[in-house]
């Protein structure tokens, strides 16, 4: 078995987009939270959010990390699920909205097929973290993040959050577990059914 210094060999430091910032900040807007979400932010992540980054510009993802505990102490940990649903929902509908509807179109009726490329679809908002999905069974599975280095348990909760709208914008009900953290938050694994 592998360590989890072993498994974060090679990863990049998360970076994200500057499209996923403003994917976030449409979010908080549209759920009511961003000026309480600014306030409780450091001030060089809230400066971010008042002036985001051009959608193609990559910045350090630190400020993922701060908005994730940030969201969880104002708004709790299911508060951050709503959040990366709402996150979901706005990349897809925007400029990224051929490539999920492609995606869409070819793997509805094998979500496993939209969970094994949703890596792929992570890369064009963020680098550094890997998700691999493992089938389970046709319809369960587990889809594994790894970090390269540990995160707050509020930032894979927005990724759960953001699994929902998977099944949403797919048309199929299912689960999505709590992700089980590794034992130094930098990976976590978390259940899907359908």
């Avoid at 549209?30 to 400066?47: D, M, N, V």
């Avoid at 930032?155 to 577990?177: K, T």
Wanted: one cysteine or more.
């Amino acid at each position: 078995m592998r360590t989890a210094q072993e498994e974060r060999k090679g990863l990049q430091p998360l970076a994200c987009s500057g499209l996923l910032l403003r994917c976030y900040r449409s979010a908080l807007e549209r759920l009511g939270r961003l000026p309480q979400t600014l306030a409780a932010l450091p001030q060089e992540s809230a400066a971010l959010f008042r002036e985001p980054p051009a959608p193609q510009q990559w910045v350090p993802g630190r400020w993922l990390v701060e908005l994730s505990e940030a969201l969880r102490q104002g708004v709790g940990r299911e508060g951050c699920r709503r959040v990366g649903f709402e996150v979901a929902r706005e990349v897809s509908s925007g400029a990224m909205r051929p490539l999920v509807s492609t995606l869409v179109a070819l793997h509805r009726a094998r979500l496993q097929g939209v969970y094994e490329r949703l890596g792929l679809v992570a890369n064009l908002l963020l680098r550094g973290p890997v998700l691999l999905y493992t089938p389970e069974t046709e319809r369960t599975g587990s889809l594994g993040i790894v970090h390269a280095e540990p995160v707050p348990d509020a930032l894979y909760a927005l990724w759960e959050g953001c699994l929902v709208y998977v099944h949403h914008l797919c048309g199929v009900e299912g689960g999505v577990g709590r992700a089980r953290l590794g034992p130094d938050g930098s990976s976590s694994l978390v259940s899907v059914s359908w």
